[in-house]
């Protein structure tokens, strides 16, 4: 159980979650791979080998060398893609593909962050086009995602603009800390890989989620929490607690209701000539 609701006389905190296998039970970029060649994105080699890919990366994760060689054929798989259409495929099967596979472990962290009063950041390898309505769907306050360059005819060059991997991530929490005025040392992190080291080694509070060798052995010689998450969950079933407003949320809406109350009874007072 996390700690009750923030003192908000102390400088905010946030907890931020890798994506693949610590929220959700695969790779988001690959779970579409199906769906992209159903809209003719890719052809049945690539859909076979992205498949593949899946099956390595839930067997035993990827590690650096792997991520790199799948950092690049992802890339130049991309050349070409037309993103209003990417992003037109993942808005139509976000939810048959992404409400089954999240973990319930998680979706309860996510909640119990946001009534203790911090914001939720998704910090993902995956790209924009699929990490964003992602996050969107999990309530997430911000998304850290890899950017791929966007040619002036729309669609991706196969460069990548920004890769949002190992240092880099913990790069962007600082910078988050930096802008939002997070205090990183009482700020959470959640990851299942030694490759995002740099952003659990960035907070105050490290956890490793169903952790690869490597992250394990890290884990345990630092006295990390090492937590394992086994129940994927419908997301919609969930949706009345997790979407549910925040504390601060409900607060502004009582007042704004009130005052508007109060803004209409002197209106009809001033109408009749009275006074309340």
Not at 65 to 79: G, K, P, T, V
Not at 192 to 209: E, I, K, R, W, Y
Not at 228 to 250: M, N
């Amino acid at each position: 159980m996390l700690r009750d609701v923030e003192n908000h006389s102390l400088p905010r905190a946030a907890a931020f979650f890798d994506l693949d296998k610590t929220v959700i039970a695969k790779s988001s970029t690959l779970t579409f791979s199906k769906s992209f060649y159903q809209g003719g994105l890719i052809n049945r080699r690539a859909a076979l080998r992205t498949a593949y890919a899946q099956f390595v990366f839930l067997a035993g994760g990827l590690d650096h060398d792997q991520m790199e060689r799948m950092r690049e054929y992802l890339s130049a798989l991309c050349r070409g893609w037309n993103v209003r259409q990417v992003k037109e495929i993942v808005a139509e099967t976000l939810h048959d593909l992404i409400d089954p596979i999240i973990y319930d472990e998680a979706a309860s962290l996510i909640e119990e962050h946001h009534t203790a009063g911090r914001d939720v950041v998704i910090v993902s390898t995956s790209g924009a086009e699929v990490v964003e309505p992602i996050g969107e769907l999990l309530g997430a306050d911000r998304v850290v995602a890899t950017r791929l360059v966007v040619g002036e005819d729309g669609c991706f060059t196969g460069e990548v603009e920004y890769y949002a991997y190992g240092p880099t991530k913990a790069e962007a929490i600082r910078e988050l800390a930096a802008s939002e005025g997070y205090d990183l040392d009482r700020s959470f992190a959640y990851s299942d890989s030694a490759t995002d080291l740099p952003m659990l080694q960035a907070v105050g509070h490290p956890h490793a989620v169903n952790p690869d060798r490597a992250l394990r052995r890290e884990a345990v010689s630092r006295g990390w929490p090492v937590l394992e998450f086994r129940k994927p969950v419908r997301l919609k079933q969930r949706l009345p607690s997790l979407h549910a407003p925040r504390p601060a949320v409900v607060a502004a809406a009582a007042l704004g209701a009130a005052a508007a109350t109060a803004g209409l009874v002197w209106y009809a007072s001033k109408r009749r000539g009275t006074t309340v």
